[in-house]
Nanobody, 115 residues
Framework: QVQLVESGGGLMQPGGSLRLSCAAS???????MGWYRQAPGKQRELVAV???????NYAESVKGRFTITRDSGKNTAYLQMNSLKPEDTAVYYC??????????WGQGTQVTVSS
C-alpha cells in the first residue's frame, strides 16, 4: 500500500504561483509520481508525470508554466505552478505508480485561481 498526502493548494490571483507537494509513504517501490486535476463538470486530466528514469510529460495547457520535480529518495513530488490562469482552477490529485502497473491516488487539494 502507498499513502499519498498532498499540500499547498489554495486561492491565488491570476498570474501568481503556487507549489503543490505530495509525500508518499509505504514500503512499495514507486516508479512514477504525477499530478492530475479535475475541474467542475470536466473529466479528470493528466497535468504532469515524472518517472524514475527522469523523463517527464506535461499537458499541453501547462507546458512552460508548470514544473514537476521528484525527490526519489524521499518519495516526494512537487508541482511548481507559475503564471496561473483561471482555467487552472481544479482539484489537483497526486498519483504514484508501482511496478505492477497499479496507481495510487491522493485525496486531492483545491487550487482556485481568481481575482
Amino acid at each position: 500500500q502507498v499513502q499519498l498526502v498532498e499540500s499547498g493548494g489554495g486561492l491565488m490571483q491570476p498570474g501568481g504561483s503556487l507549489r503543490l507537494s505530495c509525500a508518499a509513504s509505504g514500503s512499495i517501490f514507486i516508479t512514477s509520481m504525477g499530478w492530475y486535476r479535475q475541474a467542475p463538470g470536466k473529466q479528470r486530466e493528466l497535468v504532469a508525470v515524472a518517472r524514475i528514469s527522469g523523463s517527464t510529460n506535461y499537458a499541453e495547457s501547462v507546458k512552460g508554466r508548470f514544473t514537476i520535480t521528484r525527490d526519489s529518495g524521499k518519495n516526494t513530488a512537487y508541482l511548481q505552478m507559475n503564471s496561473l490562469k483561471p482555467e487552472d482552477t481544479a482539484v489537483y490529485y497526486c498519483t504514484a505508480g508501482i511496478l505492477n502497473g497499479a496507481t495510487y491516488w491522493g485525496q486531492g487539494t483545491q487550487v482556485t485561481v481568481s481575482s
